[in-house]
Nanobody, 126 residues
Framework: QVQLVESGGGSVQAGGSLRLSCAWSGYTASPVCMGWFRQAPGKEREGVALIDRNGITRYTYSVKDRFTISQDNAKKTLDLQMNSLQPEDTAVYYC????????????????????RGQGTQVTVSS
């Protein structure tokens, strides 16, 4: 059984940085892709960043050049470095894995993946 546990959320002022980490278990091989999505109060879930097993990364436009996703298969962790945070980045952030199909390794599909963690709150004040 695949399990994901996020950590690293918190509260920062605009312009600050946070690093989220997701510890995963239950896979015998590296997942075809993994990613992060977020959900702000009253808003739809939004895919944020994705990395595939070849190390190729993709980002939603609003976080490109500010966020960096990385994966350590030896440690079984998925990290999201978030810089230049803005109030609109405030949300609960989830890591997710197990798309139904490999072609769903697209940022917009991350919220549909079969397995996700419990989420970690990120709050950015102006």
């Amino acid at each position: 059984q695949v399990q994901l546990v996020e950590s690293g959320g918190g509260s920062v002022q605009a312009g600050g940085s946070l690093r989220l980490s997701c510890a995963w278990s239950g896979y015998t091989a590296s997942p075809v892709c993994m990613g992060w999505f977020r959900q702000a109060p009253g808003k739809e879930r939004e895919g944020v960043a994705l990395i595939d097993r070849n190390g190729i990364t993709r980002y939603t436009y609003s976080v490109k050049d500010r966020f960096t996703i990385s994966q350590d298969n030896a440690k079984k962790t998925l990290d999201l470095q978030m810089n230049s945070l803005q109030p609109e980045d405030t949300a609960v952030y989830y890591c997710a894995v197990e798309p139904r199909y490999s072609w769903e390794c697209i940022v917009s599909y991350i919220p549909t993946y079969n397995t996700r963690g419990q989420g970690t709150q990120v709050t950015v004040s102006s």
